[in-house]
């Protein structure tokens, strides 16, 4: 079917969102059917299915995931793009778990909406099912508890998995880069952009970012992809040997040179070249590189013969090189020939929105890789990682699932990453029950009693909010998910 007759169905309780999104839909010329409930939908669903469906989660008669679920029963295949007022987390996981294509939350950019049903009717087009598209076999069905994946890397709704962007082209292989951020996004728009073409690429990021993944994508998309990338780690290098390392040298040229040897680029010769931490080349080599860089071409140490440097290059740091230029540790002009196309990659900790997917790719690998029983990766286990900073980024992530899935032995997988330690330290002045005259002990339903009581006093302050900076776990100094099972082991419940 083409994309000029096919037809998106909308379905919203709200007859203001059906009619704007009904709209949008009709000014990229689909056509559109709008319903107001699950029931309606149903009753009207003809013979001929839809190309996408764009489901409100929030319906007055069912949810969702609920008519969803239906669908599957009746093996009615359609790509779904669920939207929400009341978006988070655990409720992305679930819609991903769903067989979502996309999860949107209200209120939503109008260029997102349409990007997600382009890809949705080249999916389907490219996978020639006749209106096919929900993946509801992927995931397990327990969606309280366990989100284990079949396919983690394989799931719709991905940037860089092995399925397409919004209008119907690979976005990426099986590797690290997953995820659906706008940071993410934003990611597979530049390199869609810059990697067919021969331009110099400055990668910025923190170190376990994913930047020589970002090298190897743009490298595989690029005009180049049949030839070597070759990457160089430029921290690792001895200083007195930069110039043999990166451009080679002659028999002879110095005491250990016993025979000739090719460099870093003559080995990438047509096409990329990846120096990584480029910012820990010394200052007084940089002028050697830049050459190269402008003149495209370069001499082996100790030859004389010119050599053309045919090779684009992609370069990353971890590094604020402007800072390094202002302290005149980075040549002011090498940094702007590196800074073309610059790429920031967000750290973990500002795409939280990515480790449900992240961490579902990285127990499929670590059971390819280990061999160990398929363990079971939770909400709580998911509530958990996303409660830390990651500072050591993606590499961190995949360390602690790793090592996780390991102890697990298939079981559920437990993750105690650090938590801000937000607790008072203990002062020499701090009040102890030995120093009140009036009581020496406690009893223990005393103390469980008093427990009690600044639990329901501690979330009665924070309204009854767990998690995030002023949440009732952070005020306590506990991790959410140990919070959550006090509550629930207390018997407390929050007053009507």
């Known amino acids: 079917m083409s994309e000029s007759v096919s037809e998106v169905y909308v379905l919203d309780d709200d007859v203001s969102v059906r009619e704007a999104v009904g709209g949008l839909i009709r000014s990229a010329g689909l056509n559109v059917r709008t319903f107001a409930s699950g029931r309606e939908f149903l009753t009207g669903l003809r013979k001929e299915r839809p190309s996408c469906l764009v489901l409100d989660i929030q319906l007055p008669d069912i949810n969702g995931f609920e008519l969803q679920q239906e669908l599957a029963t009746k093996d009615i295949q359609i790509p779904i793009i669920f939207l929400t007022g009341h978006g988070d987390i655990p409720m992305s996981v679930r819609a991903i778990k769903a067989g979502a294509l996309e999860f949107l939350t209200k209120p939503f950019e109008d260029e997102y909406l349409l990007e997600a049903i382009r890809g949705a009717i080249a999916r389907e087009s490219e996978a020639g099912q006749p209106?096919?598209?929900?993946?509801?076999?992927?995931?397990?069905?327990?969606?309280?508890?366990?989100?284990?994946?079949?396919?983690?890397?394989?799931?719709?709704?991905?940037v860089f998995s092995r399925h397409h962007n919004g209008h119907g082209k690979p976005v990426g292989t099986a590797t690290e880069v997953i995820g659906q951020s706008i940071a993410l996004r934003q990611i597979a728009k530049q390199i869609e952009m810059v990697a067919p073409t021969d331009a110099t690429v400055l990668i910025l990021g923190e170190t376990g970012t994913g930047k020589e993944l970002i090298a190897r994508e743009l490298h595989r998309r690029s005009r180049r992809k049949d030839k070597p990338l070759v990457p160089v780690n430029c921290s690792c290098i001895p200083k007195d040997l930069y110039e043999s390392e990166f451009f080679g040298h002659a028999r002879g040229a110095f005491t250990s040179a016993v025979k000739d040897r090719v460099g870093r680029f003559e080995g990438a010769a047509g096409g990329t070249l990846f120096l990584d931490e480029i910012g820990e080349i010394p200052l007084e080599l940089q002028s050697k590189l830049l050459r190269v860089l402008q003149e495209k071409c370069y001499e082996r140490v100790g030859e004389e013969r010119t050599r053309r440097a045919d090779v684009r290059i992609v370069a990353a740091t971890n590094r604020d090189l402007k800072t390094e230029v202002?302290?005149?540790?980075?040549?002011?002009?090498?940094?702007?020939?590196l800074n073309v196309f610059p790429m920031k990659l967000a750290p973990l900790r500002d795409r939280v929105e990515d480790i449900p997917l992240l961490a579902a790719h990285f127990v499929e690998l670590s059971l390819r890789e280990l061999g160990c029983p398929r363990p079971r990766l939770t909400q709580a286990g998911i509530e958990a990682l996303q409660n830390y900073d990651w500072p050591g980024n993606i590499r961190e992530l995949r360390n602690v699932i790793e090592r996780a899935v390991i102890f697990a032995r298939g079981g559920v997988l437990e993750f105690d990453p650090p938590v801000k330690d937000s607790s008072p330290a203990l002062t020499p002045t701090a009040p102890r029950l030995g120093d009140r005259g009036d009581l020496?002990?406690?009893?223990?339903?005393?103390?469980?009693?008093?427990?009690?009581?600044?639990?329901?006093?501690?979330?009665?302050?924070?309204?009854?909010?767990i998690k995030g900076i002023d949440g009732a776990a952070e005020l306590l100094g506990v991790k959410p998910t140990t919070l959550i099972s006090r509550i629930g082991k207390m018997g407390l419940k929050r007053p009507d």
């Open 131 to 158: 209106r096919g598209g929900i993946a509801s076999g992927d995931w397990e069905d327990d969606t309280r508890t366990d989100v284990r994946p079949r396919a983690a890397a394989d799931q719709a709704g991905v």
């Open 326 to 337: 202002a302290a005149g540790r980075f040549r002011e002009d090498l940094y702007y020939r």
């Open 440 to 465: 020496e002990f406690l009893t223990d339903s005393e103390m469980q009693r008093l427990e009690r009581e600044n639990l329901f006093a501690v979330l009665e302050k924070t309204g009854w909010k």
